[in-house]
């Protein structure tokens, strides 16, 4: 679905006075607002954060894996003794990211459209050099950046936020825009790294053709690669003369192609509807075990964290999230959050809500500066281990939209449809061509739908008549159950 920022929670970042840092590549002294002790304790922040959000990609053999060739490449890197990590998100957008203090992500969209371990080194090495080029801390101390809150929970109060500031900061680096200099910096350092770790660097400019492909795909939470890692200009031509360069007088370096298509057999593609969907208006988590219905018309944003739902002129915001309440009566935790402070003009009753308990009222929400901020609530508990809270703004307290945030409050109950509990996600399938033809006749053959074909051509890094020989393994998209 589209990605809709819902708010913007500008939270200054607290920085360190100006000094001097030592750039590992470039082994100059430079100006630098963010220490490597701090730009450690963003990326430690910012791992928690990411994953709640985001989601760890289930499959602990995708995530050995990655982490091995990551560690491999990262070992070449001019930064070899720092504690590297390599995580694999349970997100369907094609884009990889480096947070400060050599912490590396991938999402498993761009995993199933690479198509050698060769490729995936390169796109490693390109975080990589990111990191040690001290990329993020540079953008830091060159312009005042922000963190990017998500959810309502900023829109409302700084008190309800769902993570640390530190944690904010990092999440805000999601969106944050290299310069083109800095890109050209990280594509010869992925080219470099990749080659001395052993791999074939030459592989690496198909990655750019694909990623060209991608780059516009609608229905990501997450920026595309290109919108946050932009082209320095004639990427693939230069990648090409830098992949060159660096093969000479190196032999044996490594492409496994079949290895590592043959490992994205199975792997889910697109969104997860076991992660909750959307079915018109109707929010369904089978998970969970619940749905509820979204006032109509209104624009949705999901996260593993949180779903959220805005009105289309921006009058009114409401999101639904899981509360940290032990196994408090709903009454009985808006009292508690109320005598902490966390809110204030707490006023409600208890109800029962799908045949839940449940408590509906108003409440405020104090603020840094200002006034509180009036919010309709609700908090039901669906089972002795989840509750769930609903927090909703309308620009005129009592007013329609007001009145259409507590009626979908009160449409929360139970998942007992088979249908929609059984859900399953889209996945990859690899097989090998039994006999040489055009690829978009060697799919349809395998079973592939005619509607995906664009899709499986580019996961594959082919047009769709370009021929495919004869023993080739090809992936193509099979779907769920919806």
Request: glycine residues 10%.
């Amino acid at each position: 679905m589209p990605r809709i920022i819902l708010a913007l929670a500008l939270v200054a970042l607290g920085l360190a006075v100006p000094g001097c840092a030592v750039n590992p590549v470039t082994g100059q002294r430079e100006l630098s607002l963010v220490s490597p002790e701090q730009e450690l304790q963003i990326g430690r922040e910012g791992l928690k954060a990411v994953i709640a959000e985001y989601g760890l990609y289930a499959d602990p053999a995708v995530q050995a894996y990655v982490e091995t060739v990551g560690q491999k490449v990262a070992r070449a890197s001019h930064q070899p003794g720092l504690a590297w990590h390599f995580t694999v998100l349970d997100d369907p957008t094609v884009n990889a990211f480096a947070m400060p203090g050599g912490y590396i992500y991938v999402t498993r969209g761009i995993l199933a459209h690479l198509n050698s371990e060769a490729q995936l080194a390169g796109v490693l090495g390109h975080e990589i050099g990111h990191v040690t080029h001290r990329h993020t801390a540079e953008r830091i101390t060159q312009q005042q950046l922000y963190g990017l809150g998500f959810g309502l929970a900023s829109a409302l109060s700084e008190t309800v936020r769902r993570y640390g500031d530190l944690a904010q900061q990092a999440l805000g680096l999601l969106f944050l825009k290299y310069s083109r200099d800095d890109e050209r910096q990280a594509d010869e350092l992925g080219v470099d790294y990749a080659a001395k770790a052993g791999y074939d660097p030459r592989e690496i400019p198909s990655t750019y053709a694909m990623l060209k492909r991608v780059s516009d795909q609608a229905g990501q939470r997450l920026p595309g690669f290109l919108s946050t890692h932009p082209d320095p200009g004639d990427r693939e031509v230069t990648t090409t003369a830098l992949a060159r360069q660096a093969v000479q007088g190196r032999s044996g370096l490594v492409v496994n192609g079949r290895d590592f298509v043959q490992r994205l057999d199975g792997m889910v593609f697109g969104g997860d509807p076991r992660q909750g969907y959307f079915a018109g208006d109707d929010y369904v988590h089978p998970t969970l075990g619940f749905q509820m219905t979204f006032p109509a018309g209104w624009t949705h944003q999901d996260s593993r964290s949180a779903v959220a739902a805005q009105e289309p002129n921006q009058q009114a915001v409401m999101q639904v999230s899981l509360a940290d309440a032990g196994t408090l009566a709903p009454d009985a935790y808006a009292q508690q959050l109320g005598a902490r402070g966390t809110l204030t003009g707490v006023s409600g009753r208890a109800e029962t809500i799908g045949g839940f308990r449940a408590w509906v009222g108003r409440v405020e929400l104090p603020q840094q500066q200002g006034p509180a901020v009036p919010a309709a609530a609700g908090f039901i508990r669906r089972a002795d281990s989840l509750m769930f809270q609903v927090l909703g703004r309308s620009q005129q307290v009592a007013d329609a939209n007001e009145g259409k945030i507590y009626g979908s409050l009160r449409s929360f109950r139970a998942v007992t449809d088979p249908a929609r509990l059984e859900a399953k996600p889209d996945r990859v399938r690899v097989a090998r061509v039994p006999a040489t033809g055009s690829f978009e006749t060697v799919v349809k053959k395998l079973g592939a739908a005619p509607a995906q074909l664009q899709t499986d051509a580019i996961l594959n890094n082919v047009e769709a008549g370009e021929t495919v020989m004869a023993g080739t393994l090809v992936k193509y998209v099979v779907g769920g159950r919806r």
